[in-house]
């Protein structure tokens, strides 16, 4: 007899999965023949640049290469991460003592949680946010406390509207930029607003910068740590996932305080073994050639980011022209909600993207269409949606 299962609190705790209707009606289309363009999943279509590739098919047969990585990566990949830092960003960072190696910075994120969030602890996340900040803090029982993002903030949180009590007992504050899925981009006011008051409340920030190499129009996304103090008190996640056309690969890093490092690797190195070598091997000529490989991509991304605005602003809707990210924040037409809108784009135009309140409360009222289809589709897209009446 079949004994009974029951999932973890932690599981069942979970948000109800918001693109569960999503999903059914894409089915659906799909069963009917419907030509979709999927807008959806933030997933670069553009292949990894091939002398990426060279690199880890050299990598894959050094017999060094198959056995266990150590956790916390190659010296040699975490001295690369400096020298991009150095060259990149003017910071210096100590190889040993102020990076770590991640199997994606998804990883790393979640488990900054299991190194520093007691439960019951307050987290200050965004809302809408990359969803693993909070996901992450509910798995070790800590409690969210949503910083409200609007268009009249420019989707950066205030801090002084976190009531005193909240942010006294603050034990950790999530930021993201530039953002997604909002687009925004932060500028160095912010960031020295931030330090000061994490200096002020004794609490640890963690800024995930997953786009910072994707800046349009000449603009240059800075890092956290650029700023005065943020090495006393923060951490900043990155990863080659979404600059180098990498998500498949699995490798990332975090860099900053020696503390919060050394915590987040004490926890690596009791769950996971690390990241095969010949990936680390392919990741550190990545970081070599910077820009000079990201540059042709961040090109492309941004000629189809000028085709998806203006065509949707030519279909009347209402969006602004990103400056970073591969995403576009569109506000959805009067009188429908996220959910009816991403539903009616998916129903008339076969047009998947995702609705804004997927991403928290807050997202209510706007849809994140990525541009990671080619120009031609994205044109497809907005011929579509001119024909909607919403
Ligand atoms: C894509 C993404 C990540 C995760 O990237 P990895 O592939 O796990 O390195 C992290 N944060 C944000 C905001 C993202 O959009």
Redesign the pocket.
């Known amino acids: 007899m079949a004994i009974t299962i029951k999932k973890a609190k932690r599981i069942n705790e979970l948000p109800p999965y918001l693109f569960a209707e999503i999903d059914r009606r894409k089915r659906e289309a799909l069963a009917r023949g419907v030509d979709l363009i999927d807008l959806g999943v933030?997933d670069p279509d553009i292949p990894t640049p091939q002398e990426i590739v060279e690199k880890l098919m050299q990598g894959a047969s050094k017999p060094a290469n198959h056995r266990y990585p150590n956790s916390a990566g190659l010296l040699e990949f975490r001295q690369a991460v400096a020298d991009w830092y150095q060259q990149r960003f003017r910071v210096k960072l100590d190889a040993v003592k102020e990076v770590v190696s991640l199997i994606?910075?998804?990883?790393g994120?979640a488990n900054m949680a299991v190194a520093f969030v007691d439960p019951g602890d307050i987290v200050l996340v965004a809302s809408p946010c990359?969803p693993v900040y909070h996901v992450g803090t509910s798995f070790c029982g800590g409690r969210s406390y949503f910083l409200p993002l609007s268009k009249e903030n420019h989707f950066l949180p205030d801090l002084e509207a976190i009531p005193a009590e909240v942010a006294r007992q603050a034990k950790m504050l999530w930021i993201?930029y530039p953002n997604?899925p909002t687009a925004a981009v932060a500028e160095k006011e912010f960031f020295v607003r931030v330090v000061e008051f994490a200096h002020r409340h004794s609490l640890i920030v963690c800024h995930?910068a997953?786009y910072t190499e994707m800046g349009f129009d000449g603009y240059r996304p800075m890092s956290f740590l650029e700023v005065d103090g943020a090495r006393e008190v923060g951490i900043e996640f990155h990863?080659l996932?979404?600059t180098f056309n990498m998500?498949g690969w699995r490798i990332?890093m975090a860099v900053g305080n020696q503390e919060l490092v050394a915590g987040l690797s004490q926890v690596k190195s009791n769950v996971d073994s690390g990241i095969f070598q010949a990936v680390q091997e392919a990741a550190i000529e990545a970081l070599r050639l910077g820009d000079e490989i990201v540059a042709p991509s961040r090109r492309i991304y941004q000629e189809r980011r000028d085709i998806l605005v203006s065509g949707l602003c030519g279909a009347g809707l209402e969006c602004e022209k990103p400056r970073a990210t591969f995403y576009v924040w569109v506000s959805v037409p009067k009188g429908l909600t996220s959910a009816q809108f991403t539903a009616s784009l998916l129903d008339e135009a076969g047009v998947i993207t995702t609705p804004g309140n997927g991403f928290g409360e807050a997202g209510e009222g706007y849809v994140r269409f990525t541009v990671c289809v080619g120009k031609e589709r994205l044109k497809e897209v907005t011929d579509r949606i001119r024909q909607v009446r919403f």
């Open positions: 933030g994606g910075s998804k990883e994120i990359y993201n997604n995930d997953a990863s996932s979404k998500t990332g």
